[in-house]
């Protein structure tokens, strides 16, 4: 389930507080290049630390159905695309002798983001407004050629 509502002026926001315990950022497909046929959107991705796995944190800013430009940042391995906007520069926000447990650079890369674009997330409403609902598609390709995948199915019996 995904809550909507304003992001700023001109921007709106969609947040899936609880993403499928499955999440896979090896096959994660950006909702930005649909949400932004027409418009723009930005996009931001994160799985924090857990202790076991590395974090993932995944920006990037989609304007008429195309990516502008966008990085993502695992663990000390940064992927960039497209010119990057120098307040959003991956190296700046996520400097590698940071511990990435603390999250301080996806303080700093949403702060770039309200600062750069007007964009803010209102927190009061994602942690105790209620905003409307709905189900989107999945932000999980398929598998690809090779891959294998396996799908469980639950079923109570009845007595």
Same mark, same amino acid.
């Given at each position: 389930?995904?809550?909507?509502? @304003?992001?700023?002026?001109?921007?709106?926001?969609?947040?899936?507080? @609880?993403?499928?315990?499955?999440?896979d950022e090896r096959r994660f497909v950006?909702?930005?290049?649909?949400?932004?046929?027409?418009? =723009?959107? %930005?996009?931001?991705?994160? $799985?924090?630390?857990?202790?076991?796995?590395?974090?993932?944190?995944?920006?990037?800013?989609?304007?008429?159905?195309?990516?502008?430009?966008?990085?993502?940042?695992?663990?000390?391995?940064?992927? @960039?695309?497209?010119?990057?906007?120098?307040?959003?520069?991956?190296?700046?926000?996520?400097?590698?002798?940071?511990?990435?447990?603390? @999250?301080?650079?996806?303080?700093?890369?949403?702060?770039?983001?309200?600062?750069?674009?007007? %964009?803010?997330?209102?927190?009061?409403?994602?942690?105790?407004?209620?905003?409307?609902?709905?189900?989107t598609r999945s932000w999980t390709r398929?598998?690809?050629?090779?891959?294998?995948? $396996?799908?469980?199915?639950?079923? =109570?019996q009845r007595p």
């Amino acid at each position: 389930m995904t809550a909507v509502g @304003r992001a700023g002026f001109g921007w709106s926001f969609a947040f899936e507080p @609880r993403p499928g315990a499955g999440s896979d950022e090896r096959r994660f497909v950006s909702p930005g290049i649909t949400a932004s046929r027409g418009t =723009r959107a %930005v996009t931001v991705w994160s $799985v924090p630390f857990d202790g076991h796995r590395p974090g993932v944190f995944h920006l990037s800013v989609t304007e008429n159905g195309e990516e502008r430009y966008g990085f993502t940042v695992r663990a000390d391995a940064i992927s @960039r695309r497209g010119p990057m906007l120098a307040a959003l520069d991956p190296v700046r926000l996520f400097p590698s002798d940071e511990p990435h447990e603390e @999250r301080l650079g996806e303080r700093r890369a949403l702060e770039a983001l309200a600062t750069e674009l007007g %964009v803010r997330l209102p927190r009061f409403a994602l942690t105790r407004g209620r905003l409307h609902t709905f189900r989107t598609r999945s932000w999980t390709r398929p598998p690809g050629p090779g891959e294998t995948y $396996v799908t469980v199915r639950m079923l =109570r019996q009845r007595p």
